[in-house]
């Protein structure tokens, strides 16, 4: 303010590139691929594991393709990196937002994990403060 312009560093807090990749249009090659891993995610699906359900997502880097795999928030639920080679994204959400639509397309929309103090105290972290869910 008061000086001549100059460039200026933001930090990210958040995916604000969320609108941009998904604008992205996949690669035909890719989207065959997104199909045929988002088959095979669909056969992952298990209520009473924690899975609740599956859906396509655009991954980072923009233009790659994953698969949303939406998981009891309030279970455990051990989800694999990758389904067929495409990378999985979890999304701890409620059957009821599943049904009706309304569950995250991200996992900054679903908001902050929480890790159980063990966890972190297992990495080291022990003296982070856990935010409320």
């Known amino acids: 303010m008061g000086t001549a312009d100059h460039a200026v560093s933001c930090l990210n807090y958040g995916d ?43 991954a980072r880097p923009p233009g790659e393709g994953a698969v949303i795999l939406y998981t009891d928030e309030k279970m455990a639920v051990s989800v694999p990196a990758t389904v067929d080679g495409v990378r999985t994204v979890a999304i701890p959400t409620t059957a009821h937002a599943v049904a009706y639509g309304t569950a995250p ?24 403060k856990q935010l409320p869910v």
């Open 16 to 58: 604000s590139t969320i609108a941009a990749a998904q604008g992205r249009m996949l690669s035909d090659a890719e989207t065959a691929r997104a199909q045929q891993a988002l088959g095979q995610a669909r056969m992952l699906v298990n209520p009473s594991a924690g899975i609740l359900a599956s859906g396509p997502a655009r």
């Open 105 to 128: 397309q991200t996992p900054f929309e679903a908001g902050a994990v929480s890790l159980p103090s063990a966890r972190l105290a297992q990495a080291g972290l022990s003296r982070i």
